[in-house]
């Protein structure tokens, strides 16, 4: 603590603490109970933290980055010549005390109102209020931190001005619209967007942190592979923290809707994005990836922190629409539209991207040829595996006769023709949803699973982790009652399908063949029952006397655990190719 607190100090200015941190802390408070019964709650709390906006943005823009003598080397860095570690320590001491002035005056301010607000019926108990009061501190933070990267980048002064400007209207425009949501606080549930705006929050505060220390670099020496320690170790953490952590904080705000009984497919289109945050961010603040092809990339992270806030506001405000009879979530048909623009956005920044950057990003497409072999190799076994299911079905019952021409139907009756071209139409839309997967589990972590463990068993832990991931769809999605069954029988299917996907990545080198794959296994259940819409994966039921025979119907893909690429004993030497 001590040594952050110096650092901070070196970090600032005293000027700056003694103003903008000291007196701009109390007369901030005075302002907001003054606010309060003047301007009413709603309007006295914008006031407070319009005012918040404007001095800190104003104070970093104009005291820290040198604005007035036109300099582009932020010119907080000059005072961290001293050391790389008083830089770093310095940037969390500046967001730790964004955060806590904010709370420190919301704080003050919320115990002027609470009184008045539980009163007028706002907000049923002080509780509710406190949680309101949370989610407008996190909301500033994030946007404030958000804004701060934009005005960071300016070339000079009155590009500064304009980028500032543009941010403090972003900004209040944000305010506006946070404050028209929470108008009616005794109907709304603060606790998924607690967990929302402080993902963001935490985000939002990570890419600050890192952006600023490659500005040092590139202003004091020039990165190095080495230089500055490998950075493995911290793409790891952020992969894991991101894949995994976001995944499980929503867990609760999933457990909400799930308790509602609400349609939770929006929770599902924004959990496959969290494997790809995880690798986009990594990659984007490493140390050594080269050029990288950003529009792409951002591309991914705004569709995941749009799909994350609907998610949110799905069981904060459920809102239902009906399409041709069928009554569907108002924010999943939203997603929809944002899938179909963001993946055609995607495709078109990486076919104008440079070569070195796609050969970077691993966007590039090798082994067309192979990969097409395997992806009608996958459909083959995939209904290899649906016949032996069917198999069992009719020796158990004892009734045969309409197992051929259910299979018949499925390949050549007029509905399913239209069910395969409405697949294959769907792939160019919505892929973006299966390479947020795919881009995580085969891009990412298998090869490094398979460097350190080895190619068969590093797929097989991925299979596992793969599969544990799927825990909250598992209970609240895919299955009424019948969680641990479904849990276990996803496990072995994404060690199964993680075989046969882990070795056409090994062989073909190229995402895209395992996205298609994935595509394909998502979309061929819903031609197979006849229903396209998300009641065809939903509210499933799993006896434990059937789970067995779901399990040996995997084997068809076992069966690729014998590929020599498996049963090699070397491991794979390179990470070149992630």
């Not at 040198?66 to 790389?84: A, M, Q, R, V």
């Not at 994030?142 to 900004?171: D, K, P, W």
């Not at 991925?462 to 799927?470: A, S, T």
Request: aromatic share 16%; hydrophobic share 50%; glycine share 10%.
């Amino acid at each position: 603590m001590k040594k952050l607190i110096k650092s901070y100090r070196i970090f600032t200015s005293d000027l700056y603490r003694y103003l903008v941190v000291g007196l701009g802390t109390v007369i901030l408070a005075v302002i907001g109970v003054v606010a309060s019964f003047l301007l009413g709650p709603v309007f006295g709390i914008m006031c407070v933290m319009g005012i918040f906006l404007f001095m800190d943005m104003g104070c970093d823009f104009f005291v820290f980055q040198g604005n007035l003598d036109k300099k582009f080397d932020y010119g907080i860095l000059k005072n961290s010549l001293g050391g790389f570690d008083t830089l770093k320590r310095g940037l969390i001491g500046d967001m730790l005390r964004r955060f806590l002035q904010l709370s420190l005056v919301t704080g003050i301010y919320g115990l002027a109102s609470v009184k008045r607000i539980v009163a007028d019926g706002m907000f049923e108990d002080g509780f509710k209020y406190a949680g309101y009061l949370l989610v407008m501190v996190l909301t500033v933070y994030t946007v404030t931190t958000f804004c701060l990267n934009l005005t960071r980048r300016h070339i000079n002064y009155q590009e500064g001005i304009l980028a500032y400007t543009l941010c403090m209207l972003s900004t209040s425009a944000s305010l506006v619209g946070i404050m028209q949501i929470y108008t009616n606080g005794s109907g709304v549930s603060t606790i998924p967007w607690i967990m929302t705006m402080g993902i963001l929050a935490l985000l939002a505060s990570y890419i600050i942190y890192e952006r600023t220390i490659l500005r040092f670099l590139d202003t004091y020496g020039e990165r190095q592979p080495g230089r500055y320690g490998s950075d493995e170790k911290k793409k790891a953490w952020i992969f894991a923290a991101v894949a995994f952590g976001i995944d499980f904080l929503m867990l609760p705000a999933m457990y909400i809707g799930y308790r509602q009984g609400g349609d939770l497919s929006i929770f599902l289109v924004a959990q496959m994005m969290y494997p790809a945050w995880g690798v986009v961010f990594g990659k984007l603040f490493s140390y050594n990836e080269g050029k990288l092809p950003v529009a792409a990339y951002v591309t991914v992270f705004l569709t995941g922190a749009v799909t994350l806030i609907l998610a949110t506001l799905s069981v904060t405000f459920p809102m239902t629409t009906s399409m041709a009879g069928v009554d569907m979530d108002v924010y999943y048909l939203i997603s929809n539209y944002i899938l179909i623009l963001a993946s055609i956005l995607f495709t078109i920044f990486m076919c104008v991207t440079g070569r070195e950057k796609r050969i970077n990003a691993g966007f590039q497409f090798p082994n067309a040829g192979k990969t097409m072999l395997y992806v009608l190799l996958f459909v083959v076994l995939y209904f290899a595996r649906v016949f032996i299911l069917y198999l069992y079905d009719a020796l158990t019952t004892g009734d045969a006769s309409e197992l051929v021409s259910e299979f018949v139907r499925m390949f050549a009756s007029g509905e399913s023709l239209i069910a395969w071209i409405t697949v294959l139409i769907n792939l160019p839309l919505t892929f973006i949803m299966f390479f947020g997967e795919e881009y995580g589990w085969r891009y990412y972590l298998q090869p490094r699973l398979q460097k350190r463990f080895g190619n068969l068993p590093g797929v097989l832990i991925l299979g596992v982790l793969w599969g544990i991931w799927h825990a909250g769809a598992d209970f609240m999605y895919y299955a009424d009652n019948s969680g641990p069954q479904m849990l276990i029988n996803q496990v072995v299917t994404c060690i199964s399908f993680g075989i046969f996907f882990g070795l056409v990545y090994m062989k073909t080198k190229n995402i895209w063949s395992v996205v298609i794959l994935h595509f394909l296994n998502n979309n061929m259940i819903m031609i197979l029952k006849g229903d396209f819409s998300t009641e065809a994966l939903q509210g499933g039921e799993l006896s434990w006397s059937l789970l067995p025979m779901q399990i040996v119907a995997m084997a068809v893909f076992w069966l690729f655990a014998f590929a020599p690429s498996y049963i090699r004993r070397t491991k794979q030497s390179s990470l070149t190719e992630a």
